[in-house]
């Protein structure tokens, strides 16, 4: 029964947020989220990208509720977990704005009876600097999480143990950060958190989706997770107390978009709030943590990104905000254990924003393992390559990538990992999942498709 709704998958609802008509852009987003959720066997997946300032593309694809039939839209509500974590790092920068705090405050002002909290800032907190144990590392839901808790119980369990490590020398990803930031905000401002960002920011910037995930609403995605490669499965979601300030919130994609919009044109906080807020944190011996304030500092192909990830019970998500492209992608989906929402956010952001650079076609990754199993039978199709390549390729060479490659077992995937220009060539790099080993591939090709490289490497 539920084959059947991955074969109707590509049944989708579409909300126009800027341009009414239909674009070139438009329609290649959606075929490639369509391969996309159909390849991952997810039941839906929801996604906005914010393009020259403006919310320019919102769509959802396949089921919000398999059993039911239901299809997502574009109004069903998603868990987005972590990406909590830049909202209550705003709440605390604006509480500071209005001097109730400040984030060089130490824990122990508010909380002093928590391990070594004199030694401990606010800013640690935001940044996992403070050394305080993760109380939820697991990537799966446990049974302790069905039943209700509540903050000051997590803190009382996990803020009470010895550190992990001494404050500012090591950076340790840890929710219990985000609990005890979420309750010194409150004990600080004498307001309730998300009370406090929909007065401020949600209700402001028209997001009417965005609160608290308990209790689950009838517009909301069902839960699902996968056991191994498996089909998905409903499954609970975290009782209420357990995620407080560190990803608490539900909302749509396209209400996330907005906050990006509004974070792109720093309308969040101040200008030296928002320094503060995207600012990497940088270790006691100046290491860097590529971490700000509940924002990972990275890049794409060279672009500077601010993005995070999230997961709660049946649910992935991610939020990429570019602010040199002036663009944000968020890409939302409904089933834990499958990895969906990282490469289509990648994926999706290659398409709009570096188009000289497309993300390589099925097409191509099917032709590059045909090739490596070729290369396991010590054997390749010569008109695939150029003249270079096809001297690298001697008799000794098939030799030992038959011999080797052949002891790996059966090559299970190949995976396209990254993609730049270089030397009038596109370069190519992939991950190649035998039974035994993975390896890496490292490809050039030309402008008229054949390979000018080839090479197949070990990874340690």
Same mark, same amino acid.
């Given at each position: @029964? ?132 993760? /109380? ?36 340790? /990803? ?51 997770? &996968? ?9 609970? &979601? ?12 539900? @909302? ?72 040199? &492209? ?65 001297? /690298? ?36 790099? /992939? &991950? ?13 090709? @030309? ?14």
């Amino acid at each position: @029964m539920i084959t059947r709704h991955f074969l109707a998958i590509a049944a989708s609802l579409s909300i126009p947020l800027a341009a009414q008509q239909p674009s070139d852009l438009s329609s290649r987003l959606s075929e490639k989220i369509n391969a996309a959720l159909k390849k991952s066997g997810a039941p839906s997946v929801s996604v906005a990208v914010v393009q020259d300032g403006k919310p320019a593309f919102a769509k959802a694809f396949g089921y919000a509720d398999l059993a039911a039939g239901r299809t997502a839209g574009t109004d069903t509500r998603y868990a987005v977990g972590s990406i909590s974590k830049q909202f209550t790092a705003a709440a605390l920068l604006l509480a500071q704005e209005q001097g109730k705090l400040s984030l060089d405050d130490p824990v122990s002002k508010y909380f002093p009876d928590l391990t070594r909290s004199a030694e401990i800032t606010i800013r640690q907190l935001l940044s996992h600097t403070s050394g305080y144990e993760d /109380y939820a590392p697991q990537d799966y839901i446990i049974p302790e999480w069905t039943k209700a808790t509540t903050p000051q119980a997590v803190l009382d369990r996990w803020a009470k143990k010895p550190l992990n490590f001494d404050p500012g020398t090591k950076w340790q /990803y840890s929710n219990t950060n985000y609990v005890l930031a979420g309750e010194i905000f409150e004990k600080a401002t004498g307001q309730p958190l998300v009370a406090f960002l929909r007065e401020k920011i949600f209700n402001p910037l028209g997001m009417p989706s965005a609160g608290d995930c308990v209790p689950a609403g009838a517009g909301e995605a069902t839960a699902y997770t &996968r056991y191994a490669i498996g089909p998905p499965r409903p499954v609970a &979601r975290e009782a209420a107390g357990w995620y407080f300030a560190a990803g608490e919130l539900c @909302m749509t994609p396209s209400d996330l978009a907005r906050w990006d919009v509004a974070f792109l044109q720093k309308k969040i906080v101040g200008g030296s709030s928002y320094d503060e807020f995207t600012r990497e944190m940088k270790l006691k011996n100046d290491d860097s943590t590529h971490y700000a304030l509940g924002l990972t500092v990275g890049d794409l192909n060279g672009i500077p990104t601010l993005q995070h990830g999230g997961e709660v019970s049946g649910f992935l998500a991610s939020n990429t905000v570019l602010p040199t &492209r002036n663009g944000a992608v968020v890409v939302l989906s409904n089933e834990d254990g499958v990895s969906l929402v990282s490469p289509l956010a990648r994926q999706i952001a290659t398409l709009v924003f570096l188009p000289e650079q497309p993300a390589p076609s099925d097409k191509d990754t099917r032709q590059v393992q045909s090739i490596l199993e070729g290369l396991r039978n010590g054997r390749i199709d010569r008109a695939l390559f150029t003249a270079n390549a096809n001297s /690298y390729f001697t008799e000794i060479a098939l030799k030992d990538c038959k011999s080797s490659l052949g002891a790996l077992g059966k090559l299970k995937s190949v995976t396209a990992a990254g993609e730049n220009l270089r030397g009038g060539m596109t370069h190519r790099s /992939y &991950r190649a999942e035998f039974e035994k080993k993975t390896l890496l591939l490292n490809l050039y090709v @030309m402008p008229d498709g054949k390979y000018e490289q080839f090479m197949v490497e070990d990874q340690l």
